[in-house]
């Protein structure tokens, strides 16, 4: 998600975005670069693929014919092909308010859903010749996951800025929003587990204090708050759990200790794990970055690879 000036309604945003449109377009700080990554799971090791100094992209999804990216920049959608990702496309979405970096491919092929900061979801093909708006109240809906059937997005729901985010479900063709009791404290980074029995995603509803998000599940059939389950117990800030396509292996986001919410340009890790153990790492990959690294789920199609983004700089704030 990205924080709007407060205190705002979506619509109040969208105008306002209107008369200021670099208001959201976060960029690079001087000497500061945005690097592409993909991280091999059998070697575990990862690679740049792709480094920018002019312009910053955030939240990889991988698109099916495992050979494209897409991420988020300026406000649009990009499709970095992997035989040339230095040479990134903008998909020509005309009309659409500006995006975040919340945003899912549609199973079905040649689509995805896409925040914007208007507060809406919006659907739109992956040429950018057709598009249309999923939901319809003035709340804040920032979109996270897509059931693998294709049917059911995941969301989180924020009515009124500065209240509590709430997993929210919605059809994948539009109409009301369903809240799902996750119990107290914010819920945020839902994702579907591939046989769609689970939806995974970190809450603070175990938190001491505001901002220990930890991660979680809930039956996807029955999402109610004596259904969840705690995945692991740390003292670290868990977000963004991501199951790769195989159910077998997952990555998330950590911060430090005492981060609230999940904010940009920290040294954070990515800490990959078995799904049957999360306490165990198979991997942890240290980082500077946070929003933006990996919002939404960037495996690839064969469970081999996932993509993320860091943002180094030459010289740290004091």
Known sequence: MTTPPTPATPSAVADYLAQNPKLFDRGLREGQKCQLHVFE????????????????????????????????????????????????????????????????????????????MDGHVYHGTLDGSSTRRVTEEDIWHFLHAISPDGKTLGLVRIDGWGGPSRLALIAA??????????????????????????????????????????????????????????????????????????????????????TVGHPADHDVELVAVETTDWSIPLARVPLYGGQGTINVNSWSPDSTRFAFVSYPVARRPL
């Open 41 to 116: 799971v059998s070697s575990g090791s990862d690679t740049v693929i792709a480094e920018f100094d002019d312009m910053l992209f955030e939240a990889p999804n991988w698109g099916a014919d495992g050979s494209t990216l897409y991420l988020n920049g300026h406000g649009g959608i990009w499709e970095f092909p992997l035989d040339s990702p230095n040479e990134p496309r903008r998909v020509d979405y005309a009309g659409l308010p500006f995006l975040n970096n919340d945003h899912v491919l549609d199973p079905g092929g040649g689509a995805m859903f896409m925040s914007a």
């Open 173 to 258: 063709e539009g109409g009301p929003v369903t809240v799902v009791d996750t119990g107290s404290g914010h819920a945020d980074g839902p994702d579907w587990s591939p046989d769609g029995d689970w939806i995974y995603f970190n809450t603070e509803r175990w938190a001491a204090k505001p901002g220990h998000a930890q991660l979680a599940r809930v039956p996807s059939d029955k999402p109610t708050a004596d259904k969840v389950e705690r995945l692991i117990s740390t003292d670290t800030v868990d977000w963004f759990p991501h199951i790769a396509p195989n159910g077998r292996l997952a990555v998330y986001l950590q911060y430090p200790v005492g």
